[in-house]
């Protein structure tokens, strides 16, 4: 027989990845930072002005106003009339999008707009959501009980050796499926944010105390909202206590300005900053690395590849990628290789996680069921190194990251899944159960057999 590995007794030509019709074929793309100035509203920007921080900062989009004033004509008037009534009565999040972030979406045509990838997960409208069952019936703000097990206020621990630092409730930009909804960036007409209560300087205080006094932690993630909106003085300060503190051995920096806002990255301030934090992480034998969040190969740009390259560049471990499986985003086979892909070879930033979309309200038409996250883990399977392949994973309420693969049962009918966990969080501290007991994650109803949908039906008459 001959193969691509089995020429025949010929000599013949092995066989092209074409006629060997591979499920994905592997064609190296080269980046492209897309021409702003076909954009009405910026077609006078220079690209001194593009490539400054302060620039796109303060031409951030915020509202319906500016959007018009950016687009100009390329949108039609429904567009506008679709993301207005989204914001009046479904989103969760408030507008903020940087030009940079903008630029990447396809504005060729409303259509095309109204289809782009970046677009529906950043600047969803009315339209895009499900209209049978918009939310979940047990969807909730803060559907991973982050606040629950906050051992100071915005200090996370969940995970034996980890916490998260949530140092601040803003971003350069909002994401409409934010899993921290209920606490981050402005209220909007259907969500009154919550406040921390105590003032930054004393909360960040209060969660270095922690730590000091909690040996059993070595991991900090610092997040908030996004490290980015943090002046750099007060972040290098909060990070460099981090370092001194002796259990502490990983820290890892979330922003997703990183391809969201490249250009702060790209600052003097910070590039000199963060050389200074990786030269004492070095010496006293501390990881620090930066996690983004990418969920679309076309946001990966020349801008933002020069940023992970810089941060790669003042010796910090590795800038690696947190996305987020969203349905219409980056649900197929292809488009989560051509994002890893992307990454890898034109960034420097390692593919890592790939999280299923959280159960907040308002998300159902991102949400996946598990079964299809777990086709969607099989089918990038062999494609990328095993190191940079992502990890599909389920967060599950009250036990934390689990591969999608990692379920003790599953009701496919009814679309429930079972997880169990071999730590307890400080919530579980003297419960004899939490090691043996089974926790729930739901799938969207709407992709349950009719018997499945008919339960939940009789499940939300009944309450």
Aim: glycine share 6%; with cysteine; proline share 7%.
């Amino acid at each position: 027989m001959t193969t691509a590995l089995h020429p025949d007794a010929g000599g013949g030509p092995v066989l092209s990845e074409e006629t060997a019709r591979q499920p994905y074929v592997y064609r190296r793309r080269p980046l492209e930072e897309p021409d702003w100035q076909r954009i009405p509203g910026w077609r006078d920007v220079t690209r001194e002005e593009w490539e400054s921080a302060q620039w796109q900062r303060a031409h951030c989009v915020k509202n319906l106003r500016q959007l018009r004033q950016v687009m100009g004509d390329l949108l039609d008037e429904p567009f506008y009339a679709d993301l207005e009534r989204d914001h009046a009565e479904r989103a969760t999040m408030s507008m903020l999008l940087p030009p940079q972030m903008l630029n990447t979406m396809d504005s060729s045509s409303t259509d095309a707009f109204y289809a782009d990838p970046v677009r529906r997960y950043m600047l969803p409208v009315f339209s895009d959501r499900r209209t049978d069952w918009p939310s979940h019936p047990l969807a909730a703000r803060d559907s991973l009980h982050e606040a629950e097990m906050w051992a100071v206020e915005g200090l996370t621990h969940r995970y034996p050796t980890k916490v998260l630092a949530e140092i601040l409730p803003t971003c350069p930009q909002y994401c409409g499926h934010c899993t921290r909804m209920d606490l981050v960036g402005n209220s909007t007409p259907n969500v009154d944010k919550h406040k921390f209560t105590v003032k930054p300087p004393d909360r960040l205080g209060a969660m270095l105390d922690y730590l000091r006094r909690t040996p059993g932690v070595r991991d900090v993630v610092v997040s908030g909202g996004d490290v980015a909106n943090m002046p750099w003085p007060r972040l290098e300060s909060f990070v460099a206590s981090l370092l001194e503190i002796d259990n502490i051995r990983d820290i890892r920096l979330a922003s997703k300005a990183l391809m969201g806002l490249p250009q702060h990255w790209l600052q003097d301030d910070v590039r000199a900053g963060m050389e200074r934090l990786a030269a004492t992480a070095h010496e006293r034998g501390v990881q620090i690395a930066i996690h983004t969040h990418v969920n679309a190969a076309q946001s990966v740009t020349p801008l933002v590849a020069k940023a992970a390259r810089a941060m790669l560049d003042t010796g910090i471990r590795d800038v690696r990628n947190q996305g987020v499986l969203l349905r219409g985003v980056n649900d197929s086979p292809a488009a989560l290789l051509d994002l890893s892909f992307a990454l890898l070879d034109e960034a420097a930033i390692m593919p890592y996680y790939l999280y299923m979309c959280d159960m907040i309200p308002a998300s159902e038409h991102w949400r996946l069921a598990v079964w299809e996250a777990q086709e969607l883990q099989h089918a990038i399977m062999g494609y990328l190194p095993g190191f940079a392949t992502p990890r599909i994973v389920c967060d599950v309420p009250y036990v934390g990251k689990r591969w999608v693969h990692q379920l003790a049962d599953y009701d496919r009918e009814r679309g429930i899944s079972y997880w169990t966990k071999n730590y307890r969080t400080g919530l579980e501290a003297s419960d004899p159960d939490a090691l043996t007991r089974r926790y729930e994650y739901h799938d969207p109803i709407y992709t349950l057999p009719e018997r499945g949908r008919e339960w939940w039906r009789r499940q939300v008459k009944a309450a």
